[in-house]
Antibody
Framework: EVQLVESGGDLVQPGGSLRLSCAAS????????MDWVRQAPGKGLEWVGR??????????EYAPSVKGRFTVSRDDSRNSFYLQMNSLQTEDTAVYFC?????????????????WGRGTLVTVSS | DIQMTQFPSTLSASVGDRVTITCRAS??????LAWYQQKPGKAPKVLIY???SLESGVPSRFSGSRSGTEFTLTISSLQPGDFATYYC?????????FGGGTKVEIK
């Protein structure tokens, strides 16, 4: 059974940092892209960032709203995916979901998020 | 970035109704679009991918279609468990984007 479990959410002051983790199981982690998606209270879904797999040199992409402040990374040996968040702002307050992206063994791998974690809450407030 | 305009933002319907939700992309995304259903306090669940392919285990009353840059999710006969919020998402571009969501409420 595919499982994604996020952890690390907390209350943090503006300007602070936080690192989220996503523990994956039940599938071959190294074959998939992995993504972070967030949802502010009462708002819609916003894609945050992506880490591609080894075939694509673990390359990363970011939403414009977080580029330069957030960093995604992964450790295939631990089946884990991470989101390092720096210079946090009040508008970063949200539930952060880890999501499984495309299974990728070719040069281009478009695909939906077929499994999601339950999310972890990040609150940025003084 | 590709903008996804989703409408309506809210929809009131009754059990048994046929429901249609639309998403328009700001530029061509081929058919690289998914539809998700989200219930309060839960993670989203994929219903449709590649514009019209039904995800395994999803009831056949859900269907998707495409006309150019306009995409439609149709629920042929609304069931009690379908009252939720629906999102479209494009995965054509390096920067992925969601539509703003459509809340399907009980009329």
């Amino acid at each position: 059974e595919v499982q994604l479990v996020e952890s690390g959410g907390d209350l943090v002051q503006p300007g602070g940092s936080l690192r989220l983790s996503c523990a994956a199981s039940g599938f071959t982690f190294s074959d998939h892209y992995m993504d972070w998606v967030r949802q502010a209270p009462g708002k819609g879904l916003e894609w945050v960032g992506r880490a591609r797999n080894r075939l694509h040199s673990y390359s990363t992409e970011y939403a414009p709203s977080v580029k330069g402040r957030f960093t995604v990374s992964r450790d295939d040996s631990r089946n884990s995916f991470y989101l390092q968040m720096n210079s946090l702002q009040t508008e970063d307050t949200a539930v952060y979901f880890c999501a499984r992206g495309a299974f990728c063994t070719s040069s281009r791998c478009p695909g939906p998020f077929d499994y999601w974690g339950r999310g972890t809450l990040v609150t940025v407030s003084s | 970035d590709i903008q996804m305009t989703q409408f309506p933002s809210t929809l009131s319907a009754s059990v048994g109704d046929r429901v249609t939700i639309t998403c328009r992309a700001s530029q061509s995304i081929s058919g690289e679009l998914a539809w998700y259903q989200q219930k309060p306090g839960k993670a989203p669940k994929v219903l449709i991918y590649d514009a019209s392919s039904l995800e395994s285990g999803v009831p056949s009353r859900f269907s998707g279609s495409r006309s150019g840059t306009e995409f439609t999710l149709t629920i042929s006969s609304l069931q009690p468990g379908d009252f939720a919020t629906y999102y479209c998402q494009q995965y054509n571009d390096y920067s992925l984007t969601f539509g703003g969501g459509t809340k399907v409420e009980i009329k």
